[in-house]
T-cell receptor, first 117, second 112 residues
Framework: DAGVIQSPRHEVTEMGQEVTLRCKPI?????LFWYRQTMMRGLELLIY????????DSGMPEDRFSAKMPNASFSTLKIQPSEPRDSAVYFC???????????????FGPGTRLTVL | GENVEQHPSTLSVQEGDSAVIKCTYS??????FPWYKQELGKRPQLIID?????GEKKDQRIAVTLNKTAKHFSLHITETQPEDSAVYFC???????????FGKGNQVVVIP
């Protein structure tokens, strides 16, 4: 099993540019999570999907952030326009959700380290 | 919603000693409590989890205990080794859905 795959692993861009982060969840998983990690704020949930449908996007900082999941094997997180304060490590995680009362294990991808100059 | 707090923020232990990290949570309906380990520059990885129908779970040198009445759970690492040095995150689920609330993390430093 290849695990959760994210690309790119590192991204350096200039303020105002559009940034697109990509994630491929583990095959068979039906839940996908986007997190942002910084020293100051720790690990923050931005948005998550169940069966390709966004369930909770209350963690998305502002309208500059958007996420899509067009199919079960691919998701994107887009920042447009990017700002220096968006610099962070962005993790994608996936799990299998059976709809029961407790969740299954979330497996994290390697992360994308984003630097906005 | 769920709120998870971890204490202490940094823990230094001598190699071979035990380390204990405690987390508290706010939602009494939470049922699932995982612990993740994150080494420098790496992804968080699940090391152990516990569900509310048990009070303790062990896996070699790692154990987790759960006190649902007091709403806290703890990670115990025995016979610590240098490779145990990492940031450890606790988490708790939001009842009825599959999202997790993470604590801020504890830096554990094992001194050789």
């Amino acid at each position: 099993d290849a695990g959760v795959i994210q690309s790119p692993r590192h991204e350096v861009t200039e303020m105002g540019q559009e940034v697109t982060l990509r994630c491929k969840p583990i095959s068979g998983h039906n839940s996908l999570f986007w997190y942002r990690q910084t020293m100051m704020r720790g690990l923050e949930l931005l948005i998550y999907f169940n069966n390709n449908v966004p369930i909770d996007d209350s963690g998305m900082p502002e309208d500059r952030f958007s996420a899509k999941m067009p199919n079960a094997s691919f998701s994107t997180l887009k920042i447009q326009p990017s700002e220096p304060r968006d610099s962070a490590v962005y993790f994608c995680a996936s799990s299998f959700w059976s709809g029961g009362s407790t969740p299954d294990t979330q497996y994290f991808g390697p992360g994308t380290r984003l630097t906005v100059l | 919603g769920e709120n998870v707090e971890q204490h202490p923020s940094t823990l230094s232990v001598q190699e071979g000693d035990s380390a204990v990290i405690k987390c508290t949570y706010s939602d009494s309906a939470s049922n699932y409590f995982p612990w993740y380990k994150q080494e420098l520059g790496k992804r968080p990885q699940l090391i152990i989890d516990i569900r509310s129908n048990v009070g303790e779970k062990k896996d070699q040198r790692i154990a987790v205990t759960l006190n649902k009445t007091a709403k806290h759970f703890s990670l115990h690492i025995t016979e610590t080794q240098p490779e145990d040095s990492a940031v450890y995150f606790c988490a708790a689920d939001y009842y009825g859905n599959n999202r997790l609330a993470f604590g801020k993390g504890n830096q554990v430093v094992v001194i050789p």
